[in-house]
């Protein structure tokens, strides 16, 4: 028997590889997730209550660091993010802002937390490169976002990485064409 599928076209491809680490949604279990992982998503649930409930940094970072499975996190990462995000929201909204087809106040909080997380990190977390910033915002919008809000922050994010990364982007590119 061959290790090969054939499609309905008639064309054979090698069998799909069983992903591991996915629960049957296709989310990434806990424990394949990293601490850097762990923690946008603690800053994403903060950075929630922030839009939504207006609630204060402090109280946003006493609550989340009470959650089960916060121990697992990258605490100062989480901490980056939270604070700076909240801090620099201005900032943020004045970069995402142009690249929309909407109002700001027209995003759902999920993708718009998402968008500041990855607005934040290209800005400020150079030891991150700036594809593995947008692949790890895109995951963090399918797993708590609507259905195709992840195609949304993909489209903003990969508009602002080339103004707030150039040469990094632009490398990466001219690396994939060579």
């Keep these: 028997m061959s290790d090969e599928h054939t499609t309905p076209a008639g064309n054979s491809r090698p ?97 718009h937390a998402c968008m500041w997380i990855g607005t934040y990190e290209l800005m400020h977390c150079m030891d991150v490169p700036w594809r593995v910033v947008l692949n790890e915002v895109i995951e963090l919008a399918k797993e708590f976002g609507g259905t195709d809000g992840h195609k949304y922050v993909n489209g903003v994010l990969n508009a602002l990485a080339p103004e707030l990364r150039p040469d990094e982007v632009k490398a990466d590119k001219a690396g994939k064409s060579a």
Excluded: W
Aim: net charge positive; hydrophobic share 35%.
């Design 15 to 111: 069998p799909r590889q069983k992903r591991t680490g996915l629960t049957s949604t296709g989310v990434r279990k806990a424990a394949s997730k990293s601490a850097r992982t762990r923690s946008r998503e603690f800053a994403l649930q903060g950075l929630y209550q922030h839009l939504v409930g207006k609630n204060s940094p402090a109280s946003i970072d006493m609550f989340t660091r009470d959650l089960a499975g916060f121990h697992k996190c990258d605490a100062a990462h989480y901490d980056a993010l939270l604070h700076g995000c909240i801090t620099t929201e201005n900032d943020l909204n004045a970069l995402i802002a142009p690249k929309l087809d909407r109002q700001l106040s027209e995003l759902s909080p999920i993708e």
